[in-house]
């Protein structure tokens, strides 16, 4: 059953990257984020309503409190360095490389959760990483000019902290249901975005986003709230390094819709990368 789960959240998943660029083309990437943030946290806590579960909120132990919040942390920079990374590049950049957390996942599971490592994984996660790079590809001189480079960064930032709320939350979630850990990790996501918000003088900019895009930014709320429920149900069902590479399936979604929203067109040499690294991801999961 953890399998159909973790599909669910790949599809999710996928649709938010397409939805929130949509969200990002005006509005600050910071603001966009905090305020799709609040979206998913009330998507959230309607499923703990929903659920029944929390009444479970008092029987947390400090522990599992403790990863919880540290997932959270690690989520909300995620999104921060992922939404920076759209507002800059294409989404077939982006993308595969917020994508290749899951072979740092892999590595963190193996070194703190003990999930074994076979050569078939081993093979899965050189195939991702081989096939990032030939999907990441060369920017024209212009556009590297203009934007800095820094999509590149922020890409890869993105994809570091979303291999540690994996971990993180894969630990926070033992002994918690599903949907009562994904509400509270969202409330510190929640107080992260709109501190952020604060701090960088964009507070004002939140009453002016565009209409249009703010119903993208709350589209891309409520598939992620989806795609989260989906994915820490699976987390809780099935081994971390079988779901993180299912989930990243979600790519091949994105490049889908990308390809009808934004016309965004892969080449030769990137779609060639994308069929590498799903293979790839296929093998870990299998594995």
Known sequence: ??????????????????????????TDSNVATAIRTVVVLAFSWLMVGVTGAGGEIG???????????????????????YFR?????????????????TVM???????????????????????IGAGTLMMIGKKEERAKRAEGGSWLLYAFLSAVF??????????????VDSNLGT?????????MAWAMVFLTGKRKEVGRTDKKELVFICLSGLATGASWLCYYRALQEGPASAVVPIDKLSILV??????????????KKAALGA???TAGTVLLAVK
């Open 59 to 81: 029987r947390i132990d400090p522990k599992t409190l403790l990863f919880l919040v540290l997932s959270g942390l690690a989520t909300g920079a995620s999104w921060l360095c």
């Open 183 to 191: 509400a509270i990790r969202t409330g510190v996501v929640l107080i």
């Open 275 to 277: 069929a590498i690294l």
């Open 105 to 127: 996942t892999i590595v963190l599971a193996l070194i703190f959760l003990r999930e074994g490592i076979t050569w078939g994984k081993a093979a899965g996660a050189a195939m």
């Open 1 to 26: 059953m953890w399998i159909l789960y973790a599909a669910g959240s790949a599809f999710f998943a996928g649709i938010t990257a397409i939805l929130a660029k949509c969200g990002i083309k005006k």
């Open 85 to 101: 990374a759209l507002s800059l590049g294409d989404i077939n950049r982006v993308v595969p490389i917020d994508k290749s957390s």
């Open 162 to 175: 979303a291999s540690l709320t994996a971990i993180l939350g894969k630990v926070g979630i033992e002994g």
């Open 254 to 267: 994105t490049i889908a819709f990308s390809r009808i929203v934004f016309h965004e067109r892969l080449t």
